[in-house]
Structures are given as C-alpha cells and as structure tokens.
Nanobody, 124 residues
Framework: QVQLVESGGGLVQAGGSLRLSCAASGTILSINAMAWYRQAPGKQREVVAGISGGGSTNYVDSVKGRFTISRDYAKNAVYLQMNSLKPEDTAVYFC??????????????????WGQGTQVTVSS
C-alpha cells in the first residue's frame, strides 16, 4: 500500500520561510498530479498549489509569488517552498497525490493518497 509522509512544518515569524516535503513510499509505478492543501481551524480544506505529471504548476491567488511547488520524480516527492509567510497561512498542510501502484501479485491499482498533515504556524 502506498503512503505519503510529510515533514517540514513548524513555527515561524511573519515574513519567514519554511519548506515542506512529502515523499511517497510503497510499490509505485507512477505518480501523476501532486498537490498541497491546507486547512485552518474552522475552515474548509483548500488547495494551495498543484503540479501535474508534466510539471505544470498552479497556485491559489493568496500564495502566488510567495509559494513554489516542485517535485522530484526520482524520489517520488513533492515540495512546497513558502516565503514571506503571513499569519493567515497558519494551517495544517496536507500533500495529495494520484498514484498508480502495484500489488505483490503484479496487479495494479490507482489511489488518490493523502498525507497525515503537518502544522504550520506563523506568528505576527
């Protein structure tokens, strides 16, 4: 079974930077789109940034020019570089990926996977 594991969250002052990482593990044949979402207390989960299998990126307007999403195909990983952080960026951040995996018997399966989340707190 494939899984996503995030790291890199923490507490930072406004204006600071953090880099989130997310690595997929398991028997993976390919990964298509990957994305970062966030959920602040009392709010719905929202997509922050996405990157396609071909490397095209998109961002929610509130983070354009401050956040950069990237991926390492060899490591099955996705990253989110967050600069000029604001208190309103405080949330739990989740990575998400469309993964084609393989069972031990050789059959394949598609799975949309979520990481466990990592807390980002930006103090004013």
């Amino acid at each position: 079974q494939v899984q996503l594991v995030e790291s890199g969250g923490g507490l930072v002052q406004a204006g600071g930077s953090l880099r989130l990482s997310c690595a997929a593990s398991g028997t993976i044949l390919s990964i298509n789109a990957m994305a970062w979402y966030r959920q602040a207390p009392g709010k719905q989960r929202e997509v922050v940034a996405g990157i396609s299998g071909g490397g095209s990126t998109n961002y929610v307007d509130s983070v354009k020019g401050r956040f950069t999403i990237s991926r390492d195909y060899a490591k099955n990983a996705v990253y989110l570089q967050m600069n000029s952080l604001k208190p309103e960026d405080t949330a739990v951040y989740f990575c998400n990926a469309d993964i084609l995996g393989s069972h031990s018997g050789g059959s394949t399966y598609y799975s949309n996977c979520w990481g466990q989340g990592t807390q980002v707190t930006v103090s004013s």
